[in-house]
């Protein structure tokens, strides 16, 4: 059992990775308060689960228009330093919003602004935090970083919202927002007093002409890139917007409250610090293995569409979130073990495309979907999409294993070979 323990935390014998990972802990309780407080509010305002969905897409509408440029900025510049800064104004973004709703100025075409701003900076705070890890342990502990960050941000999950509730009651929705804002000094203060000496920097791709269609090629000819990101746009665009979807399912079908909308989500983040622990110690990357967590994430979520109590719902949100877990974590690490190093944090920019710059167009039809025909309605969407996912992964590893029987003596690139000792390091 020790043994298991080790090989689960083995990325926290790191201390810069230690250290890095604290921060992140209290950042992330705040961002999930204010992800609870922000989709509370927005219905507040309006009552509309399409104008919920509309938030949400124009907080990742950058994403999907600009995120391949935030890799290539992240590839040149120092992630360390770009992390810094972009965080910082995150914190600022939370600050405004929660001042203008405690003052009761706050008006929804401002919540619309400021969610399109924060997608602004996210479409280059993401690839640099995603290919931050690799610089901070080494491939050797990869993927149990990528997976304790998954843990991380899924225990986050659990406490922030069900904090938001507690200080939603007491003291409003605004105070979630100023949280936040505050948890943002703790993660900018652990990348501030890191040992630099310590950690393992890319090369910096330097300033050229065409990089971002370099990208692009290196990622089209390479199937175990290529396929996993087709995977998550699939998935990412109508199964990953539990933020539209969940209020609607806590107030229209459970006639719910926003506590209700908190225990869901709390009880989503219960299952993905379970999950996530598993792939940490035992998960494999590869895309069959991605195949695998999709067709279990479909499962899983057409039972929570399909589940006919609050406390069914709330059992089977916890196994989503185990599902959901491990489908990210898988496809996290498989795409940077795969990465060539200088073109990583292109590469990471085109998951955070697949998987956020998805969201403005499954964001409002899962909105419409959820407003017009129930919460339910939208979880069975998402379950949909899984299924897709997971037929069109396994259709491309059967189509690689069938040229590569009729061409035996070219080099394999068959994606779903590979494994965590066997990707190219």
């Not at 992800?35 to 507040?44: F, G, I, N, Y």
């Not at 939603?168 to 929705?173: R, T």
């Not at 007093?193 to 290196?218: C, F, I, M, N, V």
């Not at 039809?365 to 037929?391: D, K, N, P, Q, S």
Request: proline content about 4%; charged content about 10%; some cysteine.
């Amino acid at each position: 059992m020790a043994g298991i323990g080790r090989q689960t935390f083995a990325s926290l014998a790191n201390p810069n990775y230690r250290k890095y990972f604290r921060g992140q802990a209290i950042s992330l309780i705040g961002t999930w308060m204010q992800t609870v407080a922000q989709s509370w509010l927005v219905l507040e305002l309006s009552g509309s689960g399409t104008d919920l969905g509309l938030v949400v897409a124009l907080q990742t509408l950058p994403v999907l228009l600009l995120g391949p440029y935030g890799g290539v900025v992240a590839d040149r510049l120092d992630k360390r330093k770009l992390m810094m800064g972009l965080q910082s104004m995150m914190g600022v973004l939370a600050l405004v919003l929660g001042v203008l709703t405690l003052t009761h100025t706050v008006r929804l075409w401002q919540i619309f602004v400021l969610a399109f701003l924060l997608g602004l900076n996210n479409c280059f705070e993401n690839p640099a935090r995603q290919s931050f890890v690799l610089e901070l342990v080494g491939p050797e502990d990869l993927r149990n970083a990528v997976s304790l960050n998954s843990v991380l941000v899924n225990v986050a999950r659990a406490i922030g919202p069900a904090v938001a509730g507690i200080v939603i009651g007491a003291g409003g929705i605004g105070l979630c927002f100023v949280a936040n804002a505050a948890s943002f000094v703790a993660v900018v203060w652990s990348l501030a007093t890191l040992d630099t000496s310590k950690l393992q920097p890319s090369p910096p791709a330097s300033r050229a002409r065409g990089q971002l269609r370099e990208g692009l090629r290196y990622v089209r000819r390479t199937p175990k890139l290529a396929i996993p990101l087709l995977m998550m746009a699939v998935v990412g665009c109508l199964a990953y917007e539990f933020q539209v979807t969940l209020p609607v399912l806590a107030k229209q079908t459970f006639a719910g409250h926003a506590a209700t909308y908190g225990f869901m989500t709390a009880a989503m983040g219960v299952g993905a610090v379970v999950g996530g622990l598993y792939v940490a110690a035992r998960g494999r990357t590869g895309v069959r293995a991605l195949v695998h967590s999709a067709a279990v994430f479909t499962v899983v979520l057409a039972a929570a569409a399909l589940a006919p109590t609050l406390w069914s719902e709330l059992l089977a949100l916890a196994l989503v979130g185990a599902a959901s877990v491990s489908f990210l974590s898988k496809g996290n690490s498989s795409l940077q073990l795969a990465a060539d190093p200088q073109l990583r944090g292109r590469v990471m920019a085109l998951w955070a495309v697949a998987f956020l710059g998805s969201t403005p167009i499954g964001g409002p039809i899962a909105g419409w979907v959820a407003e017009t025909f129930g919460g339910r309605a939208g979880l069975g969407l998402g379950a949909a999409a899984c299924a897709v996912a997971a037929l069109l992964g396994e259709l491309a590893v059967r189509r690689i294993s069938r040229e590569r029987a009729a061409a035996p003596d070219v080099v394999s690139t068959d994606p779903g070979s590979l494994s965590a000792g066997s990707v190219p390091r």
